[in-house]
């Protein structure tokens, strides 16, 4: 997967994950998992209570990145990005000031994420994680 390619997936995912908080806070966000899947890249997600549980997996032994803005852009995209094929994996949030990102604890920022599991396997990297819906000091 190219940039441009990764840059069209994540404005895809950005765009369903917006929604109005009464909407997030809802029974049927909180228990229904959606997904979107492009180029054989799958990122699947579910709102239990205050949290985004995020699953995403893709045919490289490379980093993965999912970002999420409420906003069309990259600029102050929060990303998780991870690398699966090392041990142990490597799992960082990003904020990204475009056209570079930093990991958001180097930018003084209270990181979101707060779980992040994965495995590579067969060719295929799989990162589960878990952050926070809210950003107690959003830039």
């Keep these: 997967m190219n940039k441009r390619q990764f840059l069209s997936l994540a404005t895809v995912s950005i765009g369903t994950l ?5 909407a997030l ?24 209570h205050n949290t985004l549980i995020g699953s995403l997996s893709a045919p490289t032994s490379g980093w993965l990145a999912v970002g999420f803005n409420e906003f069309p852009g990259l600029r102050n995209t929060r990303f998780i990005i991870a690398v699966t094929s090392t041990s142990p994996i490597t799992a960082e949030e990003h904020l990204a000031s475009v056209p570079d990102h930093k990991n958001v604890t180097e930018l003084g920022l209270e990181p979101a994420l707060q779980t992040a599991h994965g495995s590579y396997i067969d060719g295929r990297s799989h990162l589960e994680f878990q952050m926070s819906h809210e950003f107690a000091d959003r830039p």
């Design 25 to 48: 806070a809802s029974n049927t966000h909180r228990r229904q998992r959606q997904s979107i899947i492009r180029d054989d890249v799958k990122f699947s997600w579910r709102h239990h």
């Design 18 to 22: 917006v929604g109005t908080p009464a």
